[in-house]
Each structure stands twice: as structure tokens, then as C-alpha cells.
């Protein structure tokens, strides 16, 4: 049974620093994302691991926001820095499977960028 665990969210001023993690249980993290939504709008991909090694951001966190797998591949994280308050959202780990060509979701966590 697959499993996304997410943690490290809360609250952090402007210009502060959060880092998220995923523990993935029952799957491989080769292709990874973090998405994030806020109330009222669809979800967003921010960050995402394709292959397990090739890295690719959005424009609006590029700079900012760094995703990274451990080397088991059973952890993942995004180190977020400089945030600023339209970072808030819900923020949710996908990984999706090769092995059954699905995609898979964490509960997500909360981020609040606010002072």
C-alpha cells in the first residue's frame, strides 16, 4: 500500500524559511512534485523531480523554493526560502507510479507566510 506522509508546514514570516518533507512508503519517488493550492483555486505544480534527478520550478517559486530526494528515495523535501505571503496554500507531495501508471497523494500540509 502506497503512502505520503507530509510535514513541516506551519507558520513563517515574510523572507523566512520552511522546509517540507514527504515519507513515501509502498513506492519508489523517481517522478515527484509539490503542489500547493489555496482556497478557490486549482492546484498547482511548484516544484517537481522527474527521472529522480532532473529538477524543474515554476517561475513564481524558481529561486526560491529547492526540491530534493534522499538517497534511499524514500524522503523528499522542499527547503523553502524567502517566502513571501502568496506562498500560503496547502501544500501536497504526488508521486507517480511507472510501476501502475498512477499518481499518488500525500494529506498535505499547511503553509502560512504571514507577519
Known amino acids: 500500500q502506497v503512502q505520503l506522509v507530509e510535514s513541516g508546514g506551519g507558520l513563517a514570516q515574510p523572507g523566512g524559511s520552511l522546509r517540507l518533507s514527504c515519507a513515501a512508503s509502498?513506492?519508489?519517488?523517481?517522478?515527484m512534485n509539490w503542489y500547493r493550492q489555496t482556497p478557490g483555486k486549482q492546484r498547482e505544480l511548484g516544484s517537481a523531480?522527474?527521472?529522480?534527478?532532473?529538477?524543474h520550478y515554476a517561475d513564481s517559486v524558481k529561486c526560491r523554493f529547492t526540491i530534493s530526494t534522499n538517497s534511499t528515495k524514500r524522503m523528499m523535501h522542499l527547503q523553502m526560502n524567502n517566502l513571501k505571503p502568496e506562498d500560503t496554500a496547502l501544500y501536497y507531495c504526488?508521486?507517480?507510479?511507472?510501476?501502475?501508471?498512477?499518481?499518488?497523494w500525500g494529506q498535505g500540509t499547511q503553509v502560512t507566510v504571514s507577519s
Open positions: 504526488n508521486v507517480y507510479s511507472l510501476f501502475t501508471a498512477r499518481h499518488y
Open positions: 509502498g513506492i519508489s519517488l523517481n517522478d
Open positions: 523531480i522527474t527521472s529522480g534527478t532532473s529538477t
